[in-house]
């Protein structure tokens, strides 16, 4: 339960090119008000939104990419309900 610290495990990681695990829980949204998900459409503009839930805190950790651009995390589901996306 890495609470605060989620996003800067997954950022280091990314940045360190190791492999990671985190169980996003809280967003925290408040103190985080510069988590912002950029939404896209077939042909449209991609609207930009602040992530104040849950499932928009795991898309947004999905879409950082290591430092090379080589892409980022991956999803795994654990199998029991709740919070279960690694």
């Known amino acids: 339960h890495s609470d605060q610290a989620t996003e800067p495990i997954v950022d280091l990681a990314l940045k ?13 949204p ?6 912002i998900l950029e939404l ?3 042909g449209k503009k991609p609207v930009r939104q602040r992530v104040r839930q849950y499932q ?9 990419e290591t430092a090379e651009g ?3 995390a991956r999803l795994g589901v654990l199998p029991f309900l709740g919070k279960n996306k690694v």
């Open 16 to 28: 360190l090119g190791v492999p990671f695990a985190v169980v996003p829980c809280c967003v925290f």
């Open 70 to 72: 080589l892409g980022g």
């Open 40 to 42: 896209s459409a077939s």
């Open 56 to 64: 928009s805190f795991v898309r947004y950790l999905l879409a950082k």
């Open 30 to 35: 408040d103190l985080f008000p510069f988590r």
